[in-house]
Every structure is written in structure tokens, then in C-alpha cells.
């Protein structure tokens, strides 16, 4: 009966979840009050959920990210990266694919998309008026010539030489088939920001919800798993794979946008033409306009690298890590959620400018120095503004999770999940791998349609229970599952970075489409490589572990 009770709450939430009749982060409230009503479970444990470990390490991460973003030290780090790859029309595109996938590594990939996608449009316009330019030039020499040679030979007839001039210089001289191209590159150039920032989410565990969503849900449904998805280890399993996306997403935005013109578009020995240095004048233009590095931004900069080590160092599993070694039964109470939250209150104590220690060292002679100084506070303000970070935290996603927990924790409780598993034994014949793959194919084709989170919510507490009933890994399937519910290349409307892309104007739903369907296929191509090449050594795939089996006899 409570497994019909919790089965039909999670069935109305997946409908309001994937029509979005009401906002998502309300529709994740009901838990809060329909599992009591019905007899699911207390308020006081569902409530538990919404601010659990995964949930603060969340947080803590989007507070350092809004540092980095309130500091515009992401725009440094991009336009520094862009200048040193250099500006031919592939190299170009692999640095705004590069840089934007680094990025939303650690910041949302919204806000990525949203700061990349201006400077891709700066680029394009101005190599696109110096092209124009160019050939207006070339026009302009050509009509010279002209115009000296008719005035030799008829210095009494003013009239004909006008018409020469006037004549051929109002229309646009570029060819459409130059224009069709120049339009081409234009959506290439736009479409692989979007692309590149829900790739790169996929690297880091803070880096987008759905890779939360994984490390929540395995700390319910299994609480003894010893920590077995942490940054490190999810760092390790899918930077690899992000990286071979990248390079593959890159060389099929190539083919189908620019051409595999290798001498063209790589340059090789061919010297910079006026279009690629207009491009770079851009980018070194930007980059004076945020002038030297402050304080501020080195300081944020140093916060967000110990952050990263902190991370990395805390239970690396080959060695032992620093929460092990300083702190007495350090692994059993430290998480990832410890140092991420440990970053977020510097950030709100360290000072954005350089402090001033002595006053009178000043010179005395300078008078009107001195006063300046005196009026300034003597305390500067800190990195970052509670103003800032409220107006700029993504509360709905924070949401959203703890209503995916509270879910999976009713589910596991109320034995809808073991209910389910049962249901699935007959799923045993069929080889693990092939398992694999199809749940990746279904999930990608979902999440074009529904929130990246919330496909996640409702899919993996399923994938979990299918996995003990037949006796593989849960990680197995759950993996390729959260990673593919990343995979929304296909509709504007998918995932906020394409709806980012898609409002500029210059991609039509049909372009995003076309492309979209092969990097559905290229993500899960990859998946399915990574889980079945280098993910089975790190997470011991092949075993049915000891942890998820306690689970069943509960």
C-alpha cells in the first residue's frame, strides 16, 4: 500500500516536472506535504532531505563560483587562453570550447554560456566588418586604376569618370556564396559554446546538478558505500570522458559547419589574413579593458585552486588523505561539503583590497595624500557580498535536489524501490553492457525534454533497484545515467545554455537539431566507452559490491 502511495506522489511530480505547469523548484516542495498526509513518511525525515551533505557541498560550491564570476576573473581566464591559441577559424573554435568547458567545470554552465557568448559575437562581428572592409579596399584600389586611366584620356569629359565611381561601389561586394559561409561559421561558432559548456559540466561533481544528484542519491539508498563517488574519484572517471567529447563534439562541428579544409582552416605555414587579426585586436582589446589583476582577483584565484586541492587531497584512495591523517576518524565525519563550505565563509572574511597596516608611515609632506587616506576605512570590504550571493545562488536547483532526495529516501523506505527491482529480475539475461547502453539512449532522449535534474531525480532511484535485482554494480548503470542526462544538445529549450544560444538570433531550432542528434549519439558512444574501459579498474564494476546488498535484506 505505501508503495502505491509513494509510487502515485512520484508520478504526479514527474508529469509537473516534465509539462512545468508550475515552476520545478515548487513542484519539489509536495514531498514536504503529501508524504505525510498520505502516511509515506514524517515531515520530520522528509524534511531532513532538502539541505542534506550533497546539497551544502552544492552550495558551497556556488558561493566560490559567484566570487569568481563577481570578480570577472572567468573573463581573464578565457580571453588569456583565446589570445594564446591563436585565431584561425578551427583553433578558434577549439579555444571557445576549451575555455568554455574549463569553466563551467566550476561555475554553472548558464553563467559560462552567458559571459562566452557576447565575446564570440565580438569576434564574429569584427571579422566580419574587416572582411567587408577588405574588399571594399581591394574594390576601391581596382576603381583608382580605373578612374587615373579614363582621366588620361579624356581630362575634358568630367562626366564619364563619376559614373565609374558611383557606379559600383554602393553594393556589397561579397558573394553570397561567401555570405552562406560567413553564416555557417556564425552558428558553428555559437552552437559549440552551448555544446561546450554541458560537456564540461560533466567533469566535476560540483560542476552540474545531475552529478549531485548521483552522489545524494547514493548516499541514501546506500548509506555504507565508503564514499565511493567523491570529487576525486568522479574527477578521474569523467574528466577523460569529457575530453574525448570535446575533441570528438569539436571535429563534428567542424566537418558539418566549416569543412574539413585542413590548409584553410588550420593555416598551416600560411600567414595571418586582415580577418584573424581583426579577431585578435578584439580579444586584446577586452582584455585591456580589464586591466591589470587585482587584489581581489588574485585572492579569489588563490581560494578557488586550495579549494580544488582541498578537494583532490581530502581521500585520493591510493594514498591517504588529509582528512584522514589530521583528524582522528576524519573519514568517517568529513565529506566534500566540509572544505567547499570551509571556502565560502573565507570568501566572506577575506578583504577585497590590500590592507593598510601603519598610517603614519605616509609622508608628512604630502597633506592633501594623508587626508585622502584618513577618510578611507581602515577595514576593506570582503571578497563577497551576502547581497551578491543571494541575488546570484540558483535557490531553484538547491530546491530541486532536496526534493529528488526526499524522493529517493520515500521510495527506499516505503520498498516501492525494492517493489520495482523485482519487477525488473527478468532484465538478468541480458548482458550488463547492453543494459548500459540503452538506459543511456533512453535518458538522453528524455532529458531533451525535461529538466537535466529532474531526469535525473526520477531515473536513477529506478536504475539503482533494476541493479540489485540483477546483481550488477549500481554504478554500472548509474554512471552512464547521470552523465547522459547532461546530453540535452538537441532543443533550445533542453538545458538554459542552449536557450542562452538560441536567443541570439542566429540558429535556427532545425541546425540545433541536426547537430544535436549526432552529439546524442557521440556522448553516449562515449559513455559506454568510458564506463566499460576505464571506469571498471576504478570503481571495481565487475563485483557485485557488499555495500549494495545489505540494502535488500532491509
Not at 276 to 290: F, G, I, R, T
Not at 297 to 313: G, K, R
Not at 339 to 366: E, G, R, Y
Not at 437 to 459: P, Q, R, W
Request: proline residues 6%; aromatic residues 10%; glycine residues 6%.
Amino acid at each position: 500500500m505505501q508503495e502505491a502511495k509513494c509510487a502515485y506522489i512520484i508520478i504526479i511530480m514527474a508529469v509537473y516536472w516534465c509539462t512545468e505547469v508550475i515552476p520545478l523548484a515548487v513542484t519539489s516542495l509536495m514531498p514536504v506535504v503529501f508524504f505525510p498526509l498520505l502516511g509515506v513518511q514524517s515531515s520530520k525525515s522528509v524534511c531532513l532531505q532538502y539541505l542534506n551533505d550533497t546539497n551544502m557541498l552544492f552550495v558551497g560550491g556556488l558561493i566560490v563560483a559567484i566570487s569568481v564570476e563577481q570578480w570577472n576573473l572567468h573573463k581573464r581566464i578565457a580571453l588569456k587562453v583565446l589570445l594564446i591559441l591563436g585565431v584561425k577559424p578551427a583553433l578558434l573554435m577549439l579555444g571557445f570550447m576549451i575555455v568554455t568547458a574549463f569553466l563551467s567545470m566550476w561555475i554553472s554552465n548558464t553563467a559560462t554560456t552567458a559571459m562566452m557568448v557576447p565575446i564570440v559575437q565580438a569576434v564574429l562581428d569584427q571579422m566580419d566588418n574587416t572582411e567587408y572592409d577588405v574588399t571594399m579596399m581591394e574594390q576601391a584600389i581596382g576603381q583608382t586604376n580605373t578612374v587615373i586611366e579614363l582621366e588620361e584620356k579624356s581630362t575634358s569629359d568630367p562626366a564619364a569618370v563619376c559614373v565609374v565611381s558611383n557606379g559600383q561601389v554602393p553594393d556589397d561586394p561579397r558573394s553570397s556564396e561567401e555570405k552562406k559561409m560567413r553564416k555557417r561559421i556564425c552558428k558553428g561558432m555559437t552552437l559549440c559554446v552551448c555544446y561546450a559548456a554541458s560537456i564540461g559540466g560533466t567533469a566535476t561533481l560540483t560542476g552540474t546538478g545531475p552529478n549531485m544528484v548521483l552522489k545524494g542519491q547514493m548516499n541514501q539508498l546506500y548509506p555504507n558505500n565508503n564514499d565511493v563517488v567523491n570529487f576525486a574519484s568522479w574527477f578521474g572517471f569523467a574528466f577523460p570522458n569529457m575530453v574525448l567529447m570535446l575533441v570528438l563534439a569539436w571535429l563534428w562541428l567542424q566537418c558539418s559547419f566549416m569543412g574539413l579544409n585542413f590548409k584553410k582552416s588550420w593555416g598551416c605555414g600560411t600567414e595571418r589574413t586582415a580577418k584573424e587579426k581583426a579577431a585578435y585586436s578584439v580579444l586584446k582589446a577586452e582584455m585591456k579593458k580589464l586591466g591589470p589583476i587585482s587584489y581581489a582577483e588574485f585572492n579569489v584565484l588563490l581560494m578557488f585552486v586550495l579549494l580544488v586541492l582541498l578537494w583532490f587531497s581530502r581521500h585520493p584512495g591510493f594514498v591517504k588523505g588529509w582528512a584522514t591523517r589530521l583528524f582522528p576518524e576524519g573519514e568517517k565525519y568529513i565529506t566534500d561539503s566540509a572544505p567547499a563550505v570551509f571556502i565560502a565563509l573565507l570568501l566572506f572574511i577575506l578583504p577585497a583590497h590590500k590592507p593598510k597596516f601603519i598610517a603614519w608611515n605616509s609622508s608628512m609632506s604630502d597633506p592633501e595624500q594623508t587626508e585622502e587616506d584618513i577618510k578611507k576605512p581602515f577595514l576593506s570590504a570582503p571578497l563577497l557580498d551576502w547581497n551578491v550571493v543571494q541575488r546570484k545562488m540558483p535557490w531553484s536547483i538547491v530546491l530541486l535536489l532536496g526534493g529528488g532526495f526526499a524522493l529517493a529516501d520515500a521510495s527506499a523506505n516505503s520498498g516501492l524501490s525494492a517493489w520495482l527491482g523485482r519487477q525488473m529480475t527478468p532484465l538478468g539475461s541480458i548482458p550488463p553492457w547492453a543494459i548500459a547502453t540503452v538506459l543511456s539512449l533512453i535518458i538522453a532522449v528524455f532529458t531533451e525534454c525535461t529538466s537535466n535534474v529532474a531526469t535525473a531525480t526520477l531515473f536513477l532511484p529506478v536504475f539503482s533497484s533494476m541493479a540489485t535485482s540483477v546483481k550488477i554494480h549500481p554504478l554500472y548503470v548509474m554512471l552512464p545515467g547521470t552523465l547522459s542526462a547532461s546530453f540535452a544538445f538537441m532543443l533550445p529549450v533542453a538545458t538554459p545554455p542552449n536557450a542562452i544560444v538560441f536567443s541570439y538570433g542566429q540558429i535556427r531550432v532545425l541546425d540545433m537539431v541536426r547537430s544535436g542528434i549526432v552529439m546524442n549519439i557521440i556522448g553516449v558512444f562515449c559513455v559506454t566507452l568510458a564506463i566499460n574501459t576505464w571506469g571498471r579498474p576504478m570503481f571495481e564494476l565487475d563485483t557485485f559490491p557488499a555495500w549494495a546488498n545489505s540494502t535488500m535484506n532491509q
